[in-house]
């Protein structure tokens, strides 16, 4: 009886996984620490989509819900918290259908619009031009703004230029009869967006001359520098990328970048809050390979600029899931989870890796649209686990990159969402570090595993660190998410599972965590 007891837990410890306690190693390597991390790769976009703008960040100077101007100052709080360091707007797919001499002067006499790619919304254009500058100064970020190449025109396009830029001239007139006596400062302008898609369907044959046009007459006034970006291709469209660099590289200074993490363009992407292990581990998988697409596309870029002068720009990434039941079809409303936090956080550390080109990343979106860091309901509001992750890593921002080593354990994964037939190697530990101004060194970890903690060594012998602070998210189930019912549910929290001797960090990580620790 006891033999045959036995055998039996033998067999099903075969086929059920067992918690277990797994170890890793992470070296740095300081001597080799040459670039920094621009702040930018923590930038964030906000369209004209659903309730990002209207009901997310702007409610309106007549609303009962607290604001300031107009702007929920829930949400402004948590903004400022989070040390947002740019702000692309207004879109996306709506900027290249933005008329933006709609959006200024008295609000009751803005012309409307249907917002055609996002649910047929009718816009009202109260927020404009000055609303959203004045937003970024509120923040103190810089201001992305993407222009109308789609459906607009150059004239349109200089002209958008000057009223933000000029300090005298026609358009600066006009600016100060609506009342902006001084000129905002605009560092960065996208000149069309997903060109080949909804910005246009066009060839890069085609857009690289348009490109060429529109950028000539977006002027450089009184004192005030564009960097103008270039619309890039989406994921691995390497010919989209080598057009561009072959016929207009002189006249960009960035050229974007999309990558989604989506289970794929046509039919269901999976729900974002219902889901098993195993798309939980392709979702992993896809996020990484990211890696592999900046690669590809930094090797083209590399044929035609070796020196690296022009940047490539992430300029709209994250998850991309079902539509929340019950919300607004083409509103692209929805939850974000622990998964999400673990893509945010995987993202970045590949950003940070690969910063000799890439100079900017926005996440989408950053309110009530796809990996929001804020969602609101009314006069409600929640942060996501998404936000959590960006605010435990702003202390990377303009630090110097420390180059990292890691070696853990790896998990094949599908490849395909669906798909059996195709592996990929997921490391179960991300890893990221850098060193900031004051001397303070920041590693951040992630262990991706869902049923095994991981103890990781970190040897940092010869950087003198005396003492040691740390905040780790986490959770019960890796589907657990903040509700308008329950808003606490994932939230960063101290962590002591940490211990520096000799010169050696040991880490003590549970199943599904991601650390943030800073040593001093
Ligand atoms: O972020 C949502 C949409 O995704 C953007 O409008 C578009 O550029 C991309 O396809």
Not at 292 to 318: F, Q, T
Not at 467 to 488: V, W
Not at 491 to 503: C, E, T, V
Request: aromatic share 10%; with cysteine; glycine share 8%.
């Amino acid at each position: 009886m006891k033999v045959r007891k036995l055998m039996m837990s033998a067999a099903l410890m075969a086929v059920l996984p067992l918690a277990a306690q797994k170890e890793s190693q992470v070296r740095l390597f300081p001597d080799q620490a040459k670039q920094s991390i621009p702040k930018e790769i923590y930038g964030q976009f906000a369209e004209h989509l659903g309730t990002c703008i209207y009901g997310g960040l702007w409610v309106g100077e007549n609303s009962t819900i607290p604001n300031t101007d107009g702007y929920r100052n829930d949400v402004l709080q948590a903004l400022k918290d989070l040390k947002i360091p740019v702000l692309r707007w207004p879109g996306g797919c709506f900027a290249d259908e933005y008329h933006w001499m709609d959006g200024i002067g008295p609000k009751e006499n803005r012309p409307r619009m249907v917002n055609n790619n996002w649910g047929g919304t009718v816009e009202d254009n109260s927020f404009g031009t000055h609303e959203f500058l004045n937003l970024c100064e509120l923040l103190e970020c810089e201001p992305y703004v993407s222009m109308n190449v789609g459906s607009g025109t150059v004239q349109e396009t200089a002209q958008w230029v000057e009223y933000m830029t000029a300090e005298d001239g026609p358009m600066a007139k006009l600016r100060k009869q609506n009342g902006r006596e001084k000129p905002w400062r605009v560092k960065y302008i996208g000149v069309g967006n997903e060109s080949w898609g909804c910005g246009g369907n066009m060839r890069p044959e085609y857009y690289a001359d348009l490109y060429r046009r529109y950028q000539t007459y977006c002027r450089n006034y009184d004192g005030n520098r564009l960097f103008k970006i270039a619309s890039g291709s989406g994921e691995y469209d390497l010919h989209w990328t080598e057009t561009m660099m072959k016929q207009a590289r002189n006249q960009m200074d960035g050229l974007s970048l999309h990558y989604y993490t989506v289970a794929g363009w046509s039919g269901s992407k999976g729900s974002a809050t219902d889901f098993t292990p195993e798309d939980y581990y392709w979702t992993m998988g896809k996020c990484l390979d990211i890696e592999n697409c900046i690669k590809e596309h930094s090797a083209v870029m590399d044929k035609y600029d070796p020196k690296k002068r022009v940047a490539l720009m992430v300029d709209e990434w994250g998850t991309w899931w079902d539509e929340e039941p019950g919300t607004i079809r083409g509103h692209l409303y929805q939850q974000n989870t622990m998964r999400d936090a673990f893509v945010a956080a995987l993202s970045l550390n590949v950003f940070h890796k690969y910063t000799d080109r890439i100079k900017m990343a926005n996440i989408a979106q950053i309110a009530n649209v796809l990996q929001s860091m804020i969602l609101t309901k009314d006069d409600k509001m929640v942060l996501t686990p998404s936000y959590y992750v960006f605010q435990m890593y702003n202390v990377h921002q303009d630090a110097t990159y420390l180059p990292i080593e890691v070696q853990c354990e790896n998990k094949q994964v599908r490849a395909r969402m669906g798909q059996d037939g195709e592996q990929r190697t997921l490391p179960m530990l991300g890893a990221t570090a850098s060193k900031a101004q004051d001397g303070a060194v920041h590693i951040s970890l992630s262990n991706v595993d869902l049923e095994n903690s991981n103890e990781v060594t970190v040897d940092l012998s010869g950087l003198g660190m005396k003492s040691i602070a740390g905040r780790i998210l986490t959770c019960k189930a890796i589907t657990d998410k903040n509700t308008f019912e329950q808003p606490d549910v994932v939230k960063p929290a101290d962590f002591k599972g940490a211990k520096l001797k000799n010169g050696k960090l040991t880490v003590k990580m549970p199943p599904m965590s991601i650390v943030a620790l800073e040593l001093r």
